[in-house]
């Protein structure tokens, strides 16, 4: 093991033996304001000699504006395709040069980038991140590039029955709201999309008034603060784009069902879930661990895969936006065979609708998610990202500390509420992509 790695290592190790401890000072997460305002949170560790920054922009591909679907995903994808003087070529070899690593994405509801550099290349680091933040090209050789993979990954994902189902369920869930739309766009619009538009939409997201950021590693909080200074100083503090509408959860349930000629049917369900801070947040990740968020230990793998050898896998899991959230459970098996599993799905849900989770169940539940989180740090970057997540959730520093008290207070009676408050099929939404025995679209159009 070579001696960066194995600081890297011991600083991981340091981490993970912060988070089971109940004291608020236990985790020395420090909050930051630099002179020119812009507020970070930051892990001091210098037992690895890196530098991980987590930061994220207000707005994201649901305000793509209308005509411009996927402006906001290729945009962040070309921002490290050349800035300033340095075409991409360029700019891809002078972070070779400085063992740094730049890259930048979009979700519905926000722009986010990572940057991770070795603490003695620290000043070139951030400079290429200036540099793409404040500089960026948008070559129209870059710009047609970009676009033909976008376009090609959007014709590839028409073949794959996964994703034809997650698209035609958000398409479903939300009709008539921002958040039905592809984030990477469509083919025609995408043709449209030109230097000056990429441009346009860097300048309305790029802005200092939307922007959180994290960061973990070998550096003091004034140097850290000089640089980021530097890094995000010229952005304009504007004002970001505004929140997408709320959405109205359905009201009743539907099938739909796309045809594929293939073998196996790929099924997902979904239904309205919970909010990150909702008060019944942690009851809700347990219920959601014991039913088909747990793997292998979870009820539907048993019931599904073990049991009855209808599936491969099988899962469920919340996901949170600032509009809405879900529950989404999944599966797929073959075509004769898939309408039994979604109904043994449907079984399981209302078992634990009726009955909760068993007192076994539950501390088994506590018992792994109290440890899990530590063993998913396994890198500083890593680490940088869980924070910005707490920042984007609206957390508090303290949350970390606090978490597993949370968990450990959740009782068999709170997720038994739970359960009866977010399993009712009866507004269920469900997309099957192959050719179903026995599964048909309802209600007909």
Known sequence: MSSARRCLVL????VLAWLPVAGASAVDIKQ????????????????????????????????????????????????????????AQAFLRRQEDAAVSLGFSASLDRLSGTLRVLSANREQGFELLRLALTQPRFDPEMVEQRRAQTISQLNQ????????????????????????????GTREDLKTLTPDLLKRRAAV?????????????????????????????????GTVPPLPPEWTP????????VERAVPQSTAVMALPGIDRDDPAWYAAVIMNHVLGGGGQQSRLFNEVREKRGLAYG?????????????????????????????????????????????????????????????????SS??????????????????????????????????????ARRLLRDEVM??????????????PKE
């Open 381 to 418: 970057g890593s680490i940088a990202g869980l924070l910005q997540s707490l920042q984007i959730d609206g957390l508090a520093p303290d949350h970390l500390t606090r978490r597993s008290a949370l968990i450990s207070a959740v009782t068999i009676e709170d997720v038994r509420l739970v």
């Open 32 to 87: 930051v304001t630099t002179p020119l305002g812009i507020k970070f949170w930051l892990v001091e560790d210098k037992s690895a000699p890196v530098v991980a920054l987590s930061f994220s922009f207000a707005g994201g591909t649901a305000s793509d504006p209308t005509g411009q679907a996927g402006v906001t995903s290729l945009m962040a994808a070309l921002l490290t395709d050349g800035a300033g003087a340095l075409d």
């Open 157 to 184: 994902a028409e073949q794959q029955p996964r994703s034809v189902a997650g698209r035609t369920l958000m398409k479903a869930l939300f009709a008539g709201h921002p958040y039905a739309a592809d984030p990477e």
């Open 314 to 378: 099988v899962s469920s899991g919340l996901r949170t936006y600032k509009r809405a959230a879900l529950l989404v459970l999944s599966t797929a098996s073959a075509n004769e065979r898939v309408g039994e599993a979604i109904r043994i799905v449907r079984a399981e849900m209302a078992r634990m609708r009726t009955d909760g989770v068993t007192a076994r169940e539950l501390a088994d539940a506590k018992t792994y998610l109290t440890g899990a989180l530590a063993l998913s740090l396994d």
């Open 205 to 237: 997201l790029l802005l200092r008034s939307g922007l959180l950021v994290s960061a973990v590693g070998d550096i003091a909080e004034a140097e850290l603060a000089n640089l980021l200074d530097r890094a995000f100083g010229d952005l304009v503090i």
């Open 250 to 257: 359905p009201t009743a349930p539907r099938t739909i069902v």
């Open 429 to 442: 939404t469900t997309v099957v992509v192959g050719k179903p025995v026995g599964v048909v679209s309802e």
């Open 11 to 14: 600083a991981v190790a340091a």
